[in-house]
Nanobody
Framework: QVQLVESGGGLVQPGGPLRLSCAASGSICSINVMGWYRQAPGKQRELVARIGSGGSIKYADAVKGRFTISRDNAKNTVYLQMNSLKPEDTAVYYC????????????WGQGTQVTVSS
């Protein structure tokens, strides 16, 4: 089993920054993809950003130029630096990892609330 612990969510004013962290622990052979998804009320969960083991990165169009994803492989941790936050970024943010060796499995964090409001 793999456990994911997220931190860093909260209330921030429009235009402000926030940094999310997600640390993975447990039975980890190798981590392939690490990423962040979000779900706003009444909407489907959507990709925010993901980063592969080789460093390849994909961002949602809505966050390009404002958010930066990074990972620390030694700590099995993924980060999401969010700048210039907008009210429409308000959502529950979920950490995601793809872990395994021969077989690969997806794990999700419990979610952390990000609220952008004045």
């Amino acid at each position: 089993q793999v456990q994911l612990v997220e931190s860093g969510g909260g209330l921030v004013q429009p235009g402000g920054p926030l940094r999310l962290s997600c640390a993975a622990s447990g039975s980890i052979c190798s981590i392939n993809v690490m990423g962040w998804y979000r779900q706003a009320p009444g909407k489907q969960r959507e990709l925010v950003a993901r980063i592969g083991s080789g460093g390849s990165i994909k961002y949602a169009d809505a966050v390009k130029g404002r958010f930066t994803i990074s990972r620390d492989n030694a700590k099995n941790t993924v980060y999401l630096q969010m700048n210039s936050l907008k009210p429409e970024d308000t959502a529950v943010y979920y950490c995601y990892v793809n872990v395994g060796s021969i077989n690969w499995y997806d794990y999700w964090g419990q979610g952390t609330q990000v609220t952008v409001s004045s």
